[in-house]
């Protein structure tokens, strides 16, 4: 019988939360972009970084849905490390540019509010038991080989790009698919920095079923950047290198995740 670890029904209020923050950002950054300037925490600019981190806050909706319906912590534990990193980003990008939040708009107290109390939550919440912290699945079977080369390799290209996003962002604005300003490129880097960890966590994972939802998430995330390349088309410059290498790594990201949770599951013990 797999080991069972009850999910902390105090990371509940805080996933209802997060769902409706992370739902009415994506909302707000695709069909409301006239309000961001005005309303939003900061002004988000130009509209390519508006549709990422759009694109990145469908990913976060069902990211923080997950933990109103897991009953087994085994299924979420996967999220802690990830998450840290990317809410300490997302924190550290805020307290670097706090002259530049809208501070006379409440939207800029909830953002730092939740994001120093997101991680704080979560560390005091999740059990950290020594059964929750070594029990271990077994109905999906081991991560495949060829599935934890290519996750070593995501954790490889997404760190490195996430850590130029958030230490030298000049420089990078000449390699990106669209113009960066130092604070949109820190707030973006913490997707890259959170799918690095979620993509080693990953990679370390002893059953499949530990981290299936992940690999799910992944795919959702990648579906939801690679739509952004057809919808705003018009905004990209297909003809610039650095436009054809970020299309590039999110459509491949997104193939390898769904070639490899397929190959899981055809390979799940009977």
Known sequence: MNPFVPAPRALRPWAIMGVLLAATFALWMFFFPQFIPTH????????LAQAFIGAGYVFRTF???????????????????????????????????????????????????????????MIFAAPWTEEARHAHL????????????????????????????????????LRWAWDLNGFDARIIAAWFMGWAVWAGTMAFAHDWDEVR????????????????????????????TPTMSYAGVAVLFTLGMAFFFWRQEVRRPS
């Open 138 to 173: 077994s109905t999906g079977g081991p991560i495949l080989t060829w599935f934890r080369r290519f996750l070593v390799a995501v954790v490889g290209v997404l760190f490195l790009m996430g850590a130029l996003l958030i230490i030298n962002p000049e420089w990078l604005d």
């Open 40 to 47: 939003f925490a900061w002004v988000v600019e130009p509209r």
């Open 213 to 240: 939802s992940a690999g799910a998430l992944a795919i959702l995330f990648g579906v939801a950047v690679c739509a952004t390349l057809l919808f705003f088309r018009s905004e990209f410059d297909f003809s610039r």
């Open 63 to 121: 990211f923080f849905l997950q933990f109103l319906f897991a009953r087994n912590w085994l299924h979420l534990r996967w999220t802690l490390w990830g998450n840290l990193a990317f809410t300490g980003t997302l924190l550290l990008a805020t307290l670097w540019h706090a002259d530049e939040m809208n501070w006379r708009f409440l939207v800029a107290h909830l953002w730092i509010v939740f994001y120093t109390f997101e991680p704080i939550t």
